[in-house]
C-alpha cells in the first residue's frame, strides 16, 4: 500500500515546486497538497487538522506555508506570529503524538547577526526583525514536541530563496529594470541566494531515507540524522552582486535590451521597516556530509529560473 505525504502550501514559492518535482522524483507514494483555501494558518485550529491527519494518515508531512512579507511583519506582528509561530506549533503537537516525520522550513533571520563568519546550526540566535523573532518561535515550538519517543523533526534553515511563484529579488529586479536606468542595492549584506527548486529537490530525495530512516550514506548503518540543518547555494555574494548577475544574465538573453545600472549603497541608506543583519553566509559543511549532497551553484539554478520565466 502507497505511503501518503501532505505538502501544506503548495501554492507559495517552495510549496509549487514540490508539486512540481515531488510526483517526479518520488513516484511511489501519493502526494496531497494543501493550500490557503485547504488549511489557513491565519485561523488554523487543532480539530481541523487533526480531522485531517486522521483522514489521510500521512507518513510524512512537509510546511512550506510561511508569512514571508519581512516589512509587514513589522505592521502584522500577531499575523507573522500566528502564520510562522501558533499554527507550526500547533501542527508539531498533533503531528508528535501520532509520531508523524514533520519537515518544516526557516531562516537566516533566526540569526540576527552581522559578523563575517559562516553560521553554524547552534549559533547563537538573536533575530532583529518580526520575520526572524516569528520564524524562531516557530523553531522552538516545533523543538519542544521532541522527547524520548518521538524525535523526527527535521528543520532546514534556508536564506534569499528565489523561484518561479511567488515575490522573491529576482522578479523585483526584472520589473525594475524594465522601467528604471538606475536601481540601488545594497552592498553590505551577504549571503547565498537559493533556489526554491533546489531546497524542494533536496528534500525530496531524502524523502525515502526519511520513511525507512536510515542514513542516506550507504556506508552507515545509522538512523536518518534528524535535527536542524542549512542549506543554501553557492558561493557567498551580495546584494548588489547579485542584482548585477541577474541584469547581466537577461541582458544576454535578450529579456532587456539595455543594463541597468546598479547603484550600490549600504543598509544605512536603504529604508525600509524591518532592520536587516548583514550576514547570512550559512553553514552548510554539516549537510553536505550528513547527506552526501552537493550544494547547487546559484548562477545555474538563476539561468533556469530566468529560462522559465522567459
Known sequence: MKQNIFVLGSKGQLGSEFVKYGPQIVPNI??????????????????????????????LVINCAAYTKVDNAEK???????INATAVGLIAEILSKKLIPFIHFSTDYVFGDSSNKFLKTHDKKAPISM??????????????KINSTYNK?????????????????VKTILKLSKNKETINVVSDQYGGPTSAASIAKFIIELIPFMLSNKSPVSNLNNS??????????????????????????????GIIYKKTTINKINTSQYKSLAERQLNSRLDCTKTKSLF?????????ELEELLDSLN
Open 30 to 59: 501519493n502526494w496531497f497538497f494543501f493550500d490557503r483555501k485547504d488549511l489557513e494558518f491565519n485561523k488554523l485550529n487543532s480539530k481541523d487538522f487533526a480531522s485531517l491527519i486522521e483522514k489521510f494518515n500521512p507518513s
Open 76 to 82: 502584522e506582528k500577531d499575523l507573522a506570529i500566528q
Open 131 to 144: 520575520y526572524g523573532k516569528s520564524k524562531l518561535i516557530g523553531e522552538e515550538l516545533i523543538l519542544k
Open 153 to 169: 523533526v527535521f528543520i532546514l534553515r534556508v536564506s534569499w530563496v528565489f523561484g518561479e511563484k511567488g515575490n522573491n529579488f
Open 224 to 253: 536518518f540524522p534528524w535535527g536542524i540543518h542549512h542549506f543554501q547555494n553557492e558561493p557567498v555574494i551580495n546584494w548588489s552582486g547579485f542584482a548585477q548577475k541577474i541584469i547581466n544574465s537577461m541582458f544576454d538573453k
Open 292 to 300: 552526501r549532497t552537493t550544494i547547487p551553484k546559484w548562477e545555474n
